[in-house]
């Protein structure tokens, strides 16, 4: 077999993705009728694919001597193995308070799709990530086209199981258990296109699908990828009548995708969110003490994986986190959230990428209100991106801007 990695990893990773049309396809026929189904009723069934695609994926890429030479390195080896070391600390210590083990094996799964950003960190440091990027973006077209085809036949004519949309009838959800899972997937999307300037219109495409699924989190996540592309080209001495009123803005944009009109719930006030009680309930009940804020009160427990195959009530402890940091906080403590916040943050230090500041916010902003590295595609597509940014060293940024990183005959494709 003849390995061509830098061409046939968009194809993999555009199979990988696509895979969301196929997992949800029991439930989705379901809310067409008006029927919500339990999601775990047939969780396995369609969704074991994307489980094989994964696989597929990192195994192709193994067998690319460069690649798995450089992932073999000790550099590498020393980051995986202190996350490993930890997280299986975590894992006893959720076992020492009782909990079954497929709790804690819950709360590992946010790192099933890390293997796709150890590929993007290669892909970037063998200088073919923004070839890779592109070719992707260039396939997510069709993906996008889809979804928004159906989407807009769903804001028409689906019953409204979810809210009311802007079209009038249900708010739509794609190939999706809900709207927000569809938001959020488009938003990425559009994330996606603005990285490639050629396809800018399937940004806007990708944005307006986004603000049609009624999710406050993927209204927002949006506006953002909006704002850095009018960021971008504004001139520097301009940019500061943009981020003077950046949050006063983001404060607008939450009531605007809070209200009846975008949302399509009539019980959205942020001011009386359930998210914000939970929180606030969460931290005042559970956190008993030194040892449970730094190392957390229960691995998995919060883990949207449990409560889709299980119910949120059927473990002692368990809930609906609805926030990547909450979830952090009680899985892994204090010392895991501040890991993840801070090499979030040492990405945009030593990343050469031109887009590193947008990416980073990005993933920052949609863990708020999401578990993100547990809704798929998203986390498949936010993981190879970070590793892409993150493996972009001023070697490769050079490299880029010398040669523009288009496969031959790509920039035809687009047009």
Same mark, same amino acid.
């Given at each position: 077999?003849?390995?061509?990695?830098?061409?046939?990893?968009?194809?993999?990773?555009?199979?990988?993705?696509?895979?969301?049309?196929?997992?949800?396809?029991?439930?989705?026929?379901?809310?067409?009728?008006?029927?919500?189904?339990?999601?775990?009723?047939?969780?396995?069934?369609?969704?074991?694919?994307?489980?094989?695609?994964?696989?597929?994926?990192?195994?192709?890429?193994?067998?690319?001597?460069?690649?798995?030479?450089?992932?073999?390195?000790?550099?590498?080896?020393?980051?995986?193995?202190?996350?490993?070391?930890?997280?299986?600390?975590?894992?006893?210590?959720?076992?020492?308070?009782?909990?079954?083990?497929?709790?804690?094996?819950?709360?590992?799964?946010?790192?099933?799709?890390?293997?796709?950003?150890?590929?993007?960190?290669?892909?970037?440091?063998?200088?073919?990530?923004?070839?890779?990027?592109?070719?992707?973006?260039?396939?997510?077209?069709?993906?996008?086209?889809?979804?928004?085809?159906? @989407?807009? %036949?769903? $804001?028409?004519? #689906?019953?409204? &199981?979810?809210?009311?949309? *802007? !079209?009038? =009838?249900?708010?739509?959800?794609?190939?999706?258990?809900?709207?927000?899972?569809?938001?959020?997937?488009?938003?990425?999307?559009?994330?996606?296109?603005?990285?490639?300037?050629?396809?800018?219109?399937?940004?806007?495409?990708?944005?307006?699908?986004?603000?049609?699924?009624?999710?406050?989190?993927?209204?927002?996540?949006?506006?953002?990828?909006?704002?850095?592309?009018?960021?971008?080209?504004?001139?520097?001495?301009?940019?500061?009548?943009?981020?003077?009123? @950046?949050? %006063?803005? $983001?404060?607008? #944009?939450?009531? &605007?995708?809070?209200?009846? *009109? !975008?949302? =399509?719930?009539?019980?959205?006030?942020?001011?009386?969110?359930?998210?914000?009680?939970?929180?606030?309930?969460?931290?005042?009940?559970?956190?008993?003490?030194?040892?449970?804020?730094?190392?957390?009160?229960?691995?998995?427990?919060?883990?949207?994986?449990?409560?889709?195959?299980?119910?949120?009530?059927?473990?002692?402890?368990?809930?609906?986190?609805?926030?990547?940091?909450?979830?952090?906080?009680?899985?892994?403590?204090?010392?895991?959230?501040?890991?993840?916040?801070?090499?979030?943050?040492?990405?945009?230090?030593?990343?050469?990428?031109?887009?590193?500041?947008?990416?980073?916010?990005?993933?920052?902003?949609?863990?708020?209100?999401?578990?993100?590295?547990?809704?798929?595609?998203?986390?498949?597509?936010?993981?190879?991106?970070?590793?892409?940014?993150?493996?972009?060293?001023?070697?490769?940024?050079?490299?880029?801007?010398?040669?523009?990183?288009?496969?031959?005959?790509?920039?035809?494709?687009?047009?």
């Amino acid at each position: 077999m003849r390995i061509r990695f830098e061409k046939d990893l968009p194809l993999l990773l555009f199979a990988l993705v696509s895979a969301s049309a196929l997992a949800s396809l029991p439930q989705v026929e379901s809310a067409w009728n008006g029927v919500r189904e339990v999601y775990g009723e047939q969780d396995f069934g369609l969704r074991i694919l994307r489980e094989v695609l994964l696989l597929v994926l990192v195994a192709y890429c193994f067998l690319e001597p460069r690649f798995w030479r450089g992932a073999l390195s000790a550099e590498i080896f020393a980051f995986l193995g202190l996350i490993g070391a930890y997280a299986l600390f975590e894992v006893g210590y959720a076992l020492y308070l009782d909990l079954p083990l497929v709790v804690p094996m819950a709360g590992l799964r946010v790192f099933e799709y890390l293997p796709v950003a150890l590929i993007g960190f290669m892909s970037s440091r063998l200088g073919g990530a923004e070839s890779v990027v592109h070719r992707f973006a260039f396939y997510l077209r069709y993906y996008v086209a889809v979804q928004g085809a159906l @989407a807009i %036949a769903q $804001a028409i004519l #689906a019953p409204p &199981l979810f809210g009311v949309s *802007l !079209l009038g =009838g249900g708010r739509p959800f794609g190939t999706f258990v809900s709207p927000n899972l569809f938001g959020a997937t488009l938003a990425t999307c559009a994330l996606v296109f603005a990285l490639v300037p050629a396809l800018r219109q399937w940004m806007f495409a990708s944005v307006f699908l986004a603000l049609l699924s009624g999710s406050r989190t993927a209204f927002i996540s949006s506006l953002l990828v909006v704002f850095f592309q009018l960021y971008s080209v504004l001139r520097p001495r301009d940019r500061w009548a943009l981020i003077l009123p @950046a949050p %006063a803005l $983001a404060v607008g #944009a939450l009531l &605007l995708a809070s209200s009846p *009109l !975008l949302s =399509g719930r009539d019980d959205a006030d942020p001011t009386q969110d359930g998210r914000i009680d939970l929180w606030q309930r969460l931290l005042s009940s559970q956190i008993d003490g030194p040892q449970d804020l730094l190392f957390g009160w229960g691995l998995g427990l919060g883990s949207n994986t449990i409560n889709i195959l299980y119910g949120a009530e059927y473990f002692p402890g368990q809930f609906d986190s609805d926030s990547l940091y909450l979830f952090l906080l009680n899985g892994y403590g204090l010392i895991g959230l501040l890991a993840y916040v801070g090499f979030l943050w040492l990405t945009t230090r030593v990343s050469k990428h031109a887009n590193k500041a947008l990416v980073a916010v990005f993933i920052f902003v949609a863990g708020l209100t999401f578990n993100l590295w547990e809704y798929f595609p998203q986390n498949a597509i936010l993981m190879f991106l970070w590793g892409t940014v993150l493996g972009t060293d001023r070697m490769s940024a050079s490299g880029t801007a010398e040669n523009p990183a288009v496969m031959p005959g790509l920039s035809h494709e687009i047009r």
